[in-house]
């Protein structure tokens, strides 16, 4: 066991963390500070102190860094092998807000022990993207835990580091732990316990100037130099190498052979090991007894009551220490040895470390796994093989195919930092198809559109189909709808799905891309056509037509189909929590909160947005989260949220200025038009639709519908009544019946009224209000034509006083359960002016917006662990929202609940 002294202070910091969680709150720490300064030794000795918790632990290694959600394997251990199967063996390609989500689940039924759950993450700047993009999304959900998170992690210095310094930025409730040097008194306990005989004053202070405090430099200065030397006041320098690896060495030459080997060959192996593996590749027949003195060295760690007793080294500065030291020939046998006592995967890069030339054999040995794994969507992995195979390869062909591969692979996984360096390498390849769409995938993950656009180009008009034609059209057709150039992206994902060489998924992405190419040139109903091979039934769709099926739900809610488009994005997000990888998969959320709006299911649909916005960070995909904040704009508007609404069209405003895409301008604008929709200002919607209506390009045809609903609304204000005539009749050659047949009706009434022709509007208002409300029906919309027609029959006496009466009461009522205070107030407003009074719409829930997105959930006839699932929490979180929920309401069943939501707004 290492001797742990001092951190007094920070014992403490992590201890006010763990009470907090024990008295029901979540907490996270995170232990900050360089190489070598005590991290580890921290977290072993305070969980030490956590007995009453169930505790997850996982240590992140330099060498697994492109082995995705290894950390949350760890994690996860045997805890997650039969309920939460996708946490003990993750797909590559899995989102890490559906791992997070299962991880959630797990937290929450380990919970149900009663005792708190401490989730243990050491040397987190050497985890797996996904296990941080995951962690991340984990500690943003924990609503109601009892969960302890502790981090260990070095500081973050760079740019490459930014998904680290996103996750250790993911909570609210972060304590900083910053571990420095150890203090003078600390420093002589040490002393005191590693050299015999006692320690001054002024030993300690000079053991503290000379080391700064360092654990492991002054570990290595009290092990390595006599004690008596070290008492000696008249040296003015002890004799010991300012080198840590020096250091070292010279504490491995008082070391027995037989420990420095030992050492050496965990140095090799570079992972916590069973002791008799190490033994093994040292040729020791002992090794236990030649790991007594590298224990009392502090070069080793050794956990004997684990099965198969696996040993390590201390600390990685050690273990790099030890390995430079190494004599190549050592290194190469040793590494030889290595790849025959460890598993397949992890073989590799000892084999590549023994070959000491080019070695074809193994270079296509690589390649053909590297291939494997990418046929397996384990794109990080198959890119580091490649990259090794490359490196071993005798001729220029080879290697550069290799190479270029692999720089493909790496680019796949949407992280630029692994292969943007090799850049040079890439320029220096012969000119051709692969090198031009590895070229132009970089510059379009730099943001050099352009540039990357001409070399994607280049590469999908001179491959002659294969490969290289399949990946540069699948980027080239990105990067043209992300421009709102429909009919060019329907044209390239046409000819790419031609080329072939398409794995089933990407051929569904490539057609969706094909499919909403067209949505964006034609129009959704026209781009349906590309769809026909989908079952109607969405639960009948297969798991890799899952992009098409998304692609689907958004026409049908642009045609204003609300239950089908439900049915679409809603089975889209349910198997995407299933693990099922669909690449639309995290847009959905963000759309079903739209569907939700337009259904007037407006607390659904905040939580629906808060889900998207939760997985979008996680992912780094922030375009992906425009839609969620334009419908809780819609939500805020309708409620009269005014300074809440404002503070989304910022955040709507600086997604714009970061990416400037077609759809984040069209939510933005129509976001802003819809605030000023609900303030009643004609002028203001007008205003804000300016950049939809300023030149051909701008003109999107996705969401043309509503688009020019509110333009005639903001003409008809205006008294551009002709004006308004034009865009109303374009709207009703286009619409396709839904809630939009509301929204034309009372358009078609507003004109006639402008016009002073009131027979007309009333006709318009009473052929559509005698359409009975269903599925499709927007409750704001009926309620607005309701309140439309009401108001008319007052104003000209066309109809009776209760006739007018009825309607608005109904359009008051509607406006009452869905809380949109503007239009109710209106609503009310004439309904007071004619001497009648509004129905009371009885006391509103007093329920927060987290009760309020569990009890939606439920009341749909969820179970508590679906609830869970769906809202990306604990089953705990649930439970306890939800007797919280049954106190504030005096109810006690699920039945009454959903009684309640219906009844009261």
């Known amino acids: 066991m290492t001797l742990f002294v001092g951190r007094a202070g920070e014992s403490d910091q992590l201890r006010a963390c763990a009470d907090e969680v024990r008295a029901g709150g979540s907490r996270l720490a995170v232990v900050e500070g360089e190489a070598g300064i005590g991290k580890s030794s921290l977290l072993r000795a305070f969980s030490a102190t956590l007995g009453d918790f169930t505790i997850l632990r996982a240590a992140a290694d330099a060498s697994e860094t492109d082995f995705p959600y290894g950390v949350i394997q760890q994690l996860a251990g045997r805890a997650a092998l039969e309920a939460f199967p996708l946490l ?35 040397d987190l700047h050497w985890a797996d993207q996904p296990s941080t993009r995951a962690l991340g999304f984990v500690l943003r959900r924990l609503w109601s835990d009892r969960v302890l998170t502790l981090l260990a992690t070095r500081p973050v210095v760079d740019a490459a580091d930014e998904s680290l310094d996103r996750l250790l930025k993911s909570s609210d409730t972060a304590t900083k732990v910053a571990l420095g040097g150890l203090g003078s008194d600390e420093v002589a306990r040490l002393a005191g316990a590693m050299i015999e005989g006692p320690v001054t004053a002024g030993l300690s202070e000079r053991l503290h100037t000379y080391t700064g405090g360092h654990p492991l430099h002054l570990r290595t200065v009290l092990a390595e130099v006599p004690a008596g030397v070290l008492r000696d006041e008249g040296l003015h320098r002890w004799p010991v190498p300012r080198s840590l690896v020096v250091a070292i060495n010279a504490q491995l030459d008082r070391l027995p052979a037989e420990s420095r080997e030992l050492l050496e060959a965990l140095a090799v192996l570079d992972a916590r090991v069973p002791l008799s593996s190490a033994g093994r590749l040292a040729g020791l027949a002992d090794p236990a007894r030649a790991l007594g003195p590298a224990l009392t060295a502090g070069l080793a760690v050794w956990w004997p009551n684990e099965p198969q007793s696996p040993v390590g080294l201390v600390h990685a500065l050690q273990r790099d220490a030890l ?8 290194r190469r046998l040793l590494h030889a040895g290595a790849a025959e006592l460890v598993g397949t995967a992890a073989s590799w890069a000892h084999r590549v470390a023994a070959a000491s030339t080019t070695d074809e054999e193994l270079a296509a040995e690589l390649e053909r796994s590297g291939l494997a794994e990418a046929a397996l969507g384990r794109n990080a992995v198959a890119a580091t093989r490649l990259r090794w195979a490359s490196a071993l390869s005798e001729g220029r062909a080879d290697r550069e195919r290799r190479l270029l591969t692999s720089c493909a692979q790496s680019l796949l996984t949407l992280r630029a930092d692994t292969a943007l360096p090799l850049r040079p390498q890439v320029e220096d390849c ?54 709102g150039r429909g009919a060019e992206t329907a044209e390239i994902a046409r000819r790419t799905l031609a080329a072939g060489d398409l794995d089933p998924s990407t051929t569904d992405l490539t057609r969706a891309l094909l499919a909403t190419g067209r949505m964006w040139h034609e129009g959704p109903r026209a781009a349906l056509d590309e769809l026909t091979h989908l079952p109607e039934a969405s639960v009948d769709v297969r798991d890799d037509n899952l992009d098409t099926l998304a692609t689907r739900g958004v026409m049908r809610l642009f045609l204003g189909h609300l239950p089908a488009a439900r049915a679409d994005l809603r089975t889209v997000a349910l198997r995407d929590q299933q693990g099922a990888g669909s690449r639309l998969g995290p847009a959905t959320l963000a759309l079903q909160s739209v569907v939700h709006y337009l259904a007037g299911e407006w607390d659904e649909s905040a939580s629906a947005a808060d889900r998207a916005q939760a997985v979008a960070f996680s992912q780094d995909q922030l375009a992906f989260d425009a839609a969620g904040r334009f419908a809780a704009v819609c939500v805020d508007a309708g409620r009269g949220d005014w300074a809440g609404a404002g503070r989304r069209l910022d955040e709507l405003s600086a997604i714009v200025q970061s990416f400037g895409s077609p759809p984040d301008i069209v939510y933005s604008s129509l976001a802003a038009a819809t605030v000023a929709q609900a303030r009643a200002d004609p002028a203001g919607i007008h205003r804000s639709l300016q950049p939809l209506l300023e030149g051909p390009g701008l003109r999107y045809k996705p969401f043309r519908l509503w688009q020019q609903s509110l333009l005639v609304e903001a003409l008809t204000g205006a008294g551009r009544l002709d004006d308004a005539e034009v865009v109303l009749h374009d709207l009703r050659d286009e619409h396709d019946g839904g809630y939009l047949r509301d929204v034309v009706a009372r358009l078609t009434g ?20 005698g359409v009975e409300v269903d599925g499709d029906t927007a409750p704001l919309y009926r309620g607005r034509l309701e309140h439309a027609y009401g108001k008319l029959l007052l104003a000209t006496g066309i109809g009776s006083r209760r006739d007018a009466a009825t309607w608005l009461t109904r359009a008051h009522r ?85 009684d309640a939501l219906k009844e009261r707004p």
């Open 430 to 483: 012969a000119p051709g198809p692969l090198r031009s769409c590895v070229l132009g995938i970089m510059d379009m993950m730099a943001g050099r559109i352009p540039t990357a656009e001409a070399h994607l180009r280049l590469a999908w008009e001179d491959s002659g189909g294969g490969r290289a034609a399949a990946l540069a059209g699948l980027f080239l057709a990105q990067i043209t709808i992300a421009s």
């Open 88 to 122: 003990s063996a993750p797909a590559a390609d899995t989102s890490p807000h559906v791992i997070g989500g299962q991880l959630l689940l797990l937290l929450g039924e380990l919970q149900k022990s009663g005792r708190p759950v401490a989730v243990i993450v050491d």
């Open 814 to 898: 509607r406006f009452s359960v869905l809380r949109a205070e503007p239009f109710r107030q209106r609503c009310e407003q004439d309904l007071a002016a004619a001497g009648l009074t509004a129905d009371d719409p009885g006391r509103p829930l007093t329920l927060t917006e987290r009760e309020l997105s569990v009890a939606h959930v439920i009341a749909q006839g969820r179970t508590n662990q679906e609830a869970a699932a769906e809202l990306y929490v604990s089953q705990k979180t649930v439970e306890y929202h939800l007797s919280r929920i049954y106190a504030k309401l005096g109810i006690s069943s699920r039945r009454l609940l959903a």
């Open 323 to 330: 390995y430079d030291a190494l004599a190549p020939e050592r």
């Open 750 to 769: 507003g004109i006639a009224e402008a016009r002073h022709r009131p027979r007309d509007a009333e006709e318009a208002y009473r052929r559509a209000l």
